[in-house]
């Protein structure tokens, strides 16, 4: 993706055209951020038709109220993203919990280990995609392409050690995935 | 495994489960002399630090036998590695292949609607302007998914030329440059700035896309999709400032003229031809516009084949009209009736005689029924006009004059 703007330019004067009432801005965020949204919702949900009601939900309330983001509080992307695990987890406790209401069971404790699996899952997602490149690219060529650290490092042209750093330490971000919201993300670096 | 599977040929048998294999040692056959872990290997001794550096590599089976020995003989002293190898083997459980969920296009106009709804824009895009709003983002979704190797397949541009069908041959990212050239008509008009830095006699479609091309000092490449979206991006942002009204501004596109409204039509039906074509290069399937852009679309050209036929006519391509001069303006002459069929389809009456001729149902000379997406073909040059798969009735003249008109709509 052609990335003209950096970040925080680009994430500002879009709030602000949103704010005014652009129509055209609202179709911009769209296609900068559909499929990423759509992505996590069903990663959470599994199932297209509630995660296309997760999507529409996200975008309504960011084109109905898009004060709510602060530019300074970190990119649009990630607040984007959190909106829609935030809205995604929610729908699923509400549909399970329907659910195990039909069924007369009350089996609070495997419901809660759904919701946990499902948000693990998506904030894992998330990481993926937003960690640098060449940590991604490393941990593609070793977990996809089953090559092992020294090919990884033949392929992307680096030392067999900074493959097994680039390894350890994509593993150590995506490993943050399992900590509860709120706690501060690991520091990836070594103890 | 198959193996207990029962063997379809052998029926008088029962199935047969193939016995353990026995292990070479019992045979009394001599040993192989190489075999992958043999001799054993003498036991790595690694330090701490290399192997807590092994940890990812390791958590990803992507250490040697040796290493992997080694580290998890390592694990069972230093308790420490033993909860980072925990922590990032359960990470690697996290890891899956991308889902390749293509999002429904049709979701964008859904979403988009129900927010507007929620909160009418006050800059609101011009209905005439959501074609192209639509078609580009579509087009933008397809090459998103497509690879770098595949920017390079080839591809035909197909048009008719008034009398036969032309080609040109390209890429996938030729037909980018192709469409950020010609789009950069409308952004002149607009005042944005222009993507062709070099200057041509006569503007159209097919020598501003050549002089692009030939400015190229290398063949494009799929760097072409950042500035081809932004300006896409800036011409609906710019339209909808600019406010409905501005749909009569006449954009030039050298040989003649269309308002901008229907320029920005235009420019989606090309748009969707082009993804059409890009799609069929790299074998991806593409669906036709939504029923409503489509018949937008469809009502566009079928605006347009009075001026058609009259130019062919003026060129001696067409019958001249019922009498030697043109019927005058606004009085009802002869007219065919257009009918298309499917999603988006619709009735047009076409007056035969002039441009500036009322069209009649009184004077219906002729019935054409057309598929949409068929006569789309039709009018982009993809279908030749004695290939055309239509019902006709009435006077073959002027069906045979209506479709090659509907043919002649089509440019590189």
């Known amino acids: 993706m052609a990335r003209r703007d950096t970040p925080p330019r680009w994430d500002r004067k879009m709030q602000q055209r949103l704010a005014r009432g652009e129509a055209a801005a609202l179709g911009e965020l769209y296609d900068r951020f559909a499929s990423l949204v759509h992505g996590l919702a069903h990663r959470v949900l599994g199932d297209e038709h509630a995660a296309d009601a997760i999507t529409r939900e996200v975008f309504a309330r960011v084109w109905e109220n898009p004060e709510s983001y602060d530019p300074k509080q970190g990119p649009l992307r990630s607040w984007v993203a959190t909106l829609t695990h935030r809205l995604a987890v929610q729908r699923l406790r509400t549909t399970e919990t329907a659910a195990l209401a039909q069924d007369g069971t009350d089996d609070t404790d495997e419901l809660e280990r759904k919701v946990r699996r499902a948000s693990v899952a998506a904030r894992a997602d998330y990481i993926v995609t937003s960690m640098p490149t060449p940590l991604r690219t490393a941990l593609e060529l070793a977990y996809f392409q089953r090559r092992d650290y020294r090919q990884t490092a033949a392929d992307l042209g680096v030392t067999a050690d900074e493959a097994r750093r680039r390894l350890r330490l994509g593993l150590q971000l995506l490993s943050t995935a399992h900590d509860t919201p709120g706690t501060p993300p690991a520091q990836g670096g070594t103890r | ?412």
């Open chain 2, 1 to 412: 495994m198959n193996s207990a599977n029962p063997e379809p040929n052998d029926d008088q048998h029962p199935p047969r489960i193939p016995i353990p294999r026995t292990s070479i040692e019992d045979t009394g056959l001599p040993l192989p002399t190489q075999t992958p872990t043999s001799p054993p290997p003498p036991p790595l001794i690694l330090e701490h630090r290399v192997l807590k550096a092994l940890l990812g590599a390791w958590a990803l089976a992507a250490s040697s036998p040796e290493e992997t020995a080694a580290v998890e003989d390592h694990l069972g002293d230093c308790g420490a590695c033993a909860d980072e190898a925990l922590r990032l083997r359960e990470a690697v459980g996290l890891l899956h292949p991308p889902e390749t969920l293509d999002l429904d296009p049709a979701l964008r106009t859904r979403v988009l609607q129900a927010c507007l709804t929620r909160r009418p824009p006050r800059i609101p895009v011009p209905s005439w302007a959501t074609p192209y709003d639509a078609e580009t983002a579509r087009l933008d979704a397809l090459l998103q998914d497509i690879g770098d190797a595949e920017w390079h397949a080839p591809v035909r541009l197909r048009w008719f030329d008034g009398k036969e069908p032309t080609s040109r041959r390209t890429t996938v990212a030729g037909v980018i440059a192709h469409l950020l050239t010609v789009d950069g008509l409308v952004a002149v008009t607009l005042g944005l700035e222009d993507p062709l830095e070099t200057r041509t006699d006569t503007p159209t479609p097919a020598a501003r896309t050549e002089a692009f091309w030939r400015a190229a000092h290398f063949p494009p490449t799929r760097s072409v999709r950042g500035p081809w979206r932004e300006q896409s991006h800036n011409l609906v942002r710019t339209v909808a400032f600019a406010g409905g009204g501005s749909g009569r501004l006449p954009v030039p596109y050298g040989d003649f003229e269309l308002p901008l409204r229907d320029s920005m039509l235009d420019r989606a039906f090309e748009t969707w031809v082009h993804a059409g074509d890009i799609a069929d290069a790299v074998d991806y399937p593409y669906e036709p516009p939504s029923p409503r852009h489509l018949h937008a679309m469809i009502d566009l050209g079928a605006r347009m084949l009075p001026s058609a036929l009259a130019a062919r006519r003026q060129a001696g391509l067409a019958a001249p009209g019922e009498t030697p001069h043109l019927v005058p303006a606004g009085t009802p002459g002869r007219s065919l009736r257009l009918e298309i069929e499917g999603l988006g389809g619709g009735e047009w009456l076409i007056p035969l005689d002039s441009p500036g001729a009322l069209a009649s149902p009184d004077r219906e000379v002729a019935h054409v029924a057309l598929d949409g997406v068929e006569f789309c073909q039709l009018a982009a040059g993809h279908v030749s006009p004695e290939e055309a798969a239509a019902g006709q009735s009435g006077d073959r003249e002027a069906i045979r004059d209506v479709l090659f008109a509907a043919a002649s709509l089509s440019r590189m």
